[in-house]
């Protein structure tokens, strides 16, 4: 019964011609699910998809461990390709070394299509547009000048002709070896570092140096579907785009990477840690310059700093905290001043010109950290010069009620509801209003209050005990 049931789904699946019955004793043919799929005429119709992200910042190790991120998880979607849409004023040659072998790696295409419109691919995103497997560029947008530069002083070149020639040297063979890898042109790629030679996007294509250029995206798509990669062909044509978005920490790491805010770091972990030691047991300014110090210290592991910036940073605090007790008339406020500036700006000399920290971040900063070290040295020396406002010290140049009269025999005086056993020089009768000027042992030195504004001091119906 149950073979003769099987029989009508059989035939319709095209298993068992029409008209052929099996036999008792004929063994039934084993369908598989493809042979099912293959009979119904059910191909795989599933649509392509592309991984997208979008690059528009310095290139930086965050900017590094996104493309990774991304490539792995293009990889794990089975994505057809992932597009990196580009726009970059260059960065960090380590972080684009990096970058050129993760593509080298990947599994999956790496399109990078410089977008939109007036978008570059300057410096590092010249190395990272050619060492793509495809290289596309949008109308009126460029490419080149991707000449290593250790920004020095007023964001010029600074370095020494041995370090210039290193650098350059690298920088050359790492960008003739990428277009060589890549079928582009090897020419045009060493003269976009050695004479920082850049082009538009009609001209890249003209030279080699791209692929195609195309309007939009989708446009790309369309344009690069069928194009063999590494051996395969790419299906792009109407492919559905997946964003792989940065998460939370690339972009707090990012964001804390970028030297503006490794200097405000810099500030909040001097003011908090001198603010702690001032005022111990306040625990805010102490866990808040804990925390910026953390920070920076894991910037500052990421990104290439000067280790002699900090030791100014670190010597300009030395000097306006010596300011607040030696008085050396401001000159070590000054000193403090030119060294904090000239740490921070040696502390970010070895950053590319996209990177670098300019004078619009660096004079009000240091503005700004003398001004509070000058406020806190002329505080401090105010209260070192204000009278005594808490113990018997702050008694002296008080008013005082007569009680007994007082001669250099003695007397008594009643202030701040206390009765005083009091000498003067001269006689002051009871009721009249006194000075204190000093105390010794439980006796005050007082004289006669005349041409002194008085405060009155009535005692008590009850006397109370005095000192």
């Known amino acids: 019964m149950v073979r003769t049931a099987l029989i009508p789904t059989l035939v319709f699946l095209g298993v068992v011609p029409i008209g052929t019955t099996p036999g008792p004793g004929a063994s039934m043919p084993v369908v598989s699910v493809q042979d099912t799929q293959a009979a119904a005429g059910t191909d795989d119709t599933t649509a392509p998809s592309v991984s997208v992200i979008r690059i528009e910042e310095p290139v930086t190790p965050t900017t590094n461990d996104y493309i990774r991120r991304a490539i792995e998880e293009a990889t794990a979607r089975g994505a057809d390709a992932l597009l990196i849409e580009l726009d970059t004023p260059g960065g960090l040659l380590e972080s684009t070394r990096e970058i050129v072998q993760a593509f080298y790696e990947s599994e999956v295409p790496v399109v990078v299509y410089v977008s939109p419109g007036g978008a570059r691919a300057a410096s590092a995103g010249t190395f990272i547009t050619m060492a793509a497997h495809v290289a596309a560029m949008a109308p009126s947008t460029t490419i080149g000048a991707a000449s290593p530069v250790s920004m020095g002083g007023g964001g010029e070149a600074q370095m020494d002709t041995v370090s210039q020639n290193k650098a350059f040297n690298y920088a050359e063979s790492l960008i003739a070896s990428i277009a060589e890898r890549r079928g582009r042109n090897v020419d045009w790629a060493i003269s976009a570092v050695r004479e920082a030679e850049a082009v538009t996007e009609s001209e890249a294509l003209d030279l080699n140096v791209i692929d195609l250029v195309a309007a939009d995206r989708d446009e790309l798509l369309e344009a690069i579907d069928g194009r063999v990669v590494d051996g395969d062909t790419l299906r792009t ?131 700004f950290t003398t001004l509070f070290f000058v406020w806190i040295v002329t505080q401090g020396i105010r209260i070192q010069m204000a009278p005594a406002r808490t113990g018997l010290d702050s008694m002296t140049g008080q008013l005082a009620r007569v009680v007994d009269p007082i001669g250099a025999d003695g007397g008594r005086v009643f202030v701040a509801g206390e009765y005083w056993n009091a000498v003067s020089e001269d006689e002051i009768p009871a009721g009249a209003s006194c000075v204190i000027e000093g105390i010794e042992g439980l006796t005050m030195r007082v004289r006669s209050s005349e041409g002194v504004a008085e405060r009155p001091t009535s005692p008590p119906s009850s006397e109370a005990t005095g000192s």
């Not at 044509?237 to 790491?253: D, S």
């Not at 001032?278 to 910026?292: C, D, Q, R």
């Open 237 to 367: 044509a109407g492919a559905v785009a997946e964003e792989v978005p940065k998460t939370m920490a690339e972009r707090f790491l990012g964001f804390i990477t970028r030297p503006e805010l490794m200097l405000i770091l810099s500030m909040v972990a001097i003011y908090g840690i001198i603010g702690e030691v001032s005022n111990p047991g306040a625990i805010v300014p102490g866990v808040t310059g804990v925390i910026a110090l953390i920070l920076l210290l894991y910037a500052s592991a990421a990104m290439p700093v000067n280790l002699a910036g900090y030791l100014l940073l670190a010597l300009a605090v030395v000097l306006f905290v010596s300011e607040a007790f030696t008085p050396a008339f401001g000159l070590l406020i000054a000193g403090g001043a030119v060294s904090f500036f000239m740490g921070a700006l040696i502390l970010f000399q070895d950053l590319p010109d996209a990177l670098a920290l300019s004078w619009a971040w660096l004079v009000p900063a240091t503005a």
